[in-house]
């Protein structure tokens, strides 16, 4: 039998301390510390422990669920525990060939925020994503939160000053207030293991597939409570047009039912494709003047855009194919750019034929349709010209992004940095 005991769960003005073992078979999907932390930027003495242990507990269900294992909490909110059967059944249909059996057992209590100082509050990435659900809901004024642990890892201490500055400049840009919250909850597990061995059989990873959506929300319980907070949106990831095309832990199946201290969520934007977000940020830029910086890069450290990855280009297209400049949305492009995208495009980045359907013959399609709004329009003629069902088929993509590929690549590094 897996067995995990939440020992003492340590509040102070500003962190969050919970203490645990774990019994069991299922020990080595654990790191060995045995803590794990939470620091807050506003104070959460008033918050009780019932409150204060959901996002460790939550970080953790997904295991508990898949490891049929019984977890033993002193104190959990009430509201809180009244949906957990919800938020496990929304994994199971997600991944059906999957097993989500376990139990949580604790004394349950009714908490009620402590004041309303706050209707509702929206985590900020400052994707695009994030931004839409930003200006669909500004006459709420939400309180922006954004936690450092989740991309940015926490040894990256330049990425999340960036971060931190790009969120706190989008607050006060709109008068909201901003939270910040560091937390090692992805370092209390291992998530290679996981992804290799617990949830191989679902065709997705840890963290996108299992963690991502209930690990990232569960930090707002706190922030709920001292607020009197009645809603917290998270941006959608994917649209409702893929339902059934995807896997991902942050999706209406799970996210709408992590709620707590009379508190919902709400997965925002779902019905909204990708492109539609781009457009509605760029007609949003050009009816108020109000400038949108975009961080979407997951490849650079440092909390920026590097221009050159997958999703950077993705996104830099997107703005292009609906008439806007990359350059005014937190991206640095110009000539040399664009031919560096179209060889990377063609001969390098291998992703999904699921990504390159969904994403980029949109962009095709807009391209085409947008033609005499885009500037520079022949400077993109590649992208109208481009077979995206053939894209990984290439030789010389195969060759780029196989072993030897890579082989070479990393010799060729070697030899450049002894000289």
């Not at 654990?30 to 970080?59: G, H, M, T, W």
């Not at 992804?195 to 959506?213: A, E, K, N, T, Y």
Request: glycine content about 6%.
């Amino acid at each position: 039998m897996n067995y995990l005991f939440i020992d003492s769960v340590e509040i102070t003005c500003s962190t969050v301390v919970c203490s645990y073992h774990v019994e069991g078979e299922w020990e080595k999907y654990f790191s060995e510390q045995r803590k794990s932390f939470i620091d807050y930027s506003i104070d959460i003495a008033e918050v009780p422990e019932s409150i204060a242990v959901i996002p460790f507990l939550c970080n953790v269900l997904p295991i508990i669920w898949l490891c049929d294992a019984t977890v033993y909490v002193k104190f959990l909110d009430e509201y809180f525990y009244s949906y957990i059967d919800q938020i496990r059944q929304g994994y199971q249909t997600m991944y059906p060939m999957l097993r989500f059996g376990g139990t949580v057992k604790a004394q349950t209590i009714k908490n009620l925020p402590i004041k309303c100082m706050h209707s509702a509050a929206a985590f900020f990435s400052g994707g695009v994503d994030a931004h839409t659900t930003l200006l669909k809901h500004l006459v709420e004024k939400p309180v922006l939160m954004t936690i450092w642990g989740a991309d940015i890892k926490l040894n990256d201490l330049t990425g999340w000053n960036n971060v931190k500055e790009h969120t706190t400049m989008v607050a006060e840009q709109f008068t909201f207030e901003s939270v910040f919250i560091k937390s090692d909850f992805r370092s209390v597990i291992k998530e290679r293991k996981l992804s290799r061995g617990l949830v191989l059989d679902s065709g997705d990873g840890w963290w996108h597939g299992f963690q991502s959506g209930i690990g990232i929300i569960s930090h707002a319980a706190p922030i709920a409570y001292v607020y009197g907070m009645k809603i917290v949106y998270i941006a959608s990831s994917n649209p409702e047009s893929m339902k059934g095309m995807y896997t991902c832990a942050s999706d209406p199946l799970i996210d709408n039912h992590v709620c707590f201290c009379e508190c919902d969520t709400v997965h925002d934007g779902y019905e909204l494709e990708r492109q539609e977000k781009v457009h509605y940020l760029i007609e949003r830029q050009k009816d108020t003047g109000v400038g949108v910086s975009l961080r979407v890069c997951w490849e650079s450290a440092g909390g920026s855009n590097c221009c050159r990855c997958e999703k950077c280009y993705r996104t830099i297209l997107e703005i292009v194919s609906e008439g806007g400049n990359p350059n005014d949305f937190g991206f640095v492009w110009g000539d040399k750019d664009i031919k560096r995208c179209k060889k990377d495009i063609k001969n390098k980045i291998q992703t999904s034929q699921f990504i390159w359907n969904q994403y980029y013959l949109p962009i095709q399609k807009m391209m085409k349709k947008n033609q005499n709004m885009i500037a520079d329009i022949e400077k993109y003629q590649w992208i109208q010209e481009i077979d995206f069902s053939h894209i990984n088929d290439k030789l010389i993509k195969k060759l780029w992004n196989s072993l030897f590929g890579r082989g070479i690549r990393k010799v060729k590094s070697l030899l450049s940095n002894r000289g």
